[in-house]
């Protein structure tokens, strides 16, 4: 079975600061783990994924993320945060299910809020 | 816009009674998948089909039940609803069986009361 902890309910920030964003997977086969973001009304927007090779995975908006095997973490950055970016991310993990169809299990979310 | 179109946005009805969430996903996607969002349960996946075929199931509860048309789009029938089925529906698509990552709709909003 799969799951993801998303440390940090809320996260705030200054604008131009750094963003980081935690989530630790745990998973029994080679993970498939993205980051979506949130925005109020909105529906899920995917930032990221990491599927195989490079650990180090770019994606919209400047963000990127980095998976650790040994430290079964996927952790969002972003160099500098921008008041757009205020918004919820959710951390998943995929799982293929016995029928070949395809699961996404997300993590709790963390609502970043960026201050002037 | 994300392609993948979901009707109703909203939705308020009494508990007891039965609902239609429909999905309509990207052009040439043949997978459509179902989420939940509430604030106790967070994102919970429910189902997905594939071409017409149900390929994997979650947290589906007995009340709900979902469909996948010949024509793709796909429905969501809620009954007998309950105060705690207020939460947001997403659906999402993807062109095949097990693709990484998928596009959601902006979701339905419903609200039992």
């Known amino acids: 079975a799969q799951s993801v902890t998303q440390l940090g309910s809320h996260v705030s920030v200054s604008e131009g600061a750094l963003v980081l964003l935690r989530c630790n997977y745990s998973?029994?086969?080679?993970?498939?783990l993205f980051w979506y973001v949130q925005y109020p009304n909105q529906g899920l927007q995917l930032l990221l994924k990491?599927?195989?090779?490079?650990?180090l995975v770019k994606g919209i908006n400047g963000f990127e993320a980095e998976f650790k095997k040994s430290e079964t973490s996927f952790h969002l950055t972003k160099p500098s945060a921008h008041m757009s970016d205020a918004a919820e991310y959710f951390c998943?993990?995929?799982?293929?299910?016995?029928?070949?169809?395809?699961?996404?299990?997300f993590g709790t979310g963390t609502q970043l809020k960026v201050e002037l | 816009d994300s392609g993948v179109t979901q009707t109703p946005k909203h939705l308020i009805t009494a508990t007891g009674q039965r609902v239609t969430l429909r999905c309509s996903p990207r052009?040439?996607?043949?997978?459509v998948y179902w989420y939940q969002q509430s604030l106790d349960q967070g994102l919970q996946f429910l189902i997905q089909?594939?071409?017409?075929?149900?390929?994997a199931k979650g947290n589906i509860l007995e009340r709900f039940s979902a469909q996948q048309f010949p024509d793709l789009h796909s429905e969501l029938n809620l009954s007998s609803l309950e105060l705690g089925d207020s939460a947001l529906y997403f659906c999402?698509?993807?062109?095949?069986?097990?693709?990484?990552?998928?596009?959601f709709g902006s979701g339905t909003r419903l609200t039992v009361v």
């Open positions: 089909y594939y071409n017409g075929e149900e390929r």
């Open positions: 052009s040439g996607d043949l997978s």
């Open positions: 998943a993990v995929s799982a293929l299910g016995t029928g070949g169809g395809n699961k996404l299990t």
């Open positions: 990491y599927t195989t090779g490079a650990t």
């Open positions: 999402a698509s993807s062109p095949r069986l097990s693709d990484y990552g998928y596009t």
């Open positions: 998973s029994s086969v080679p993970p498939y």
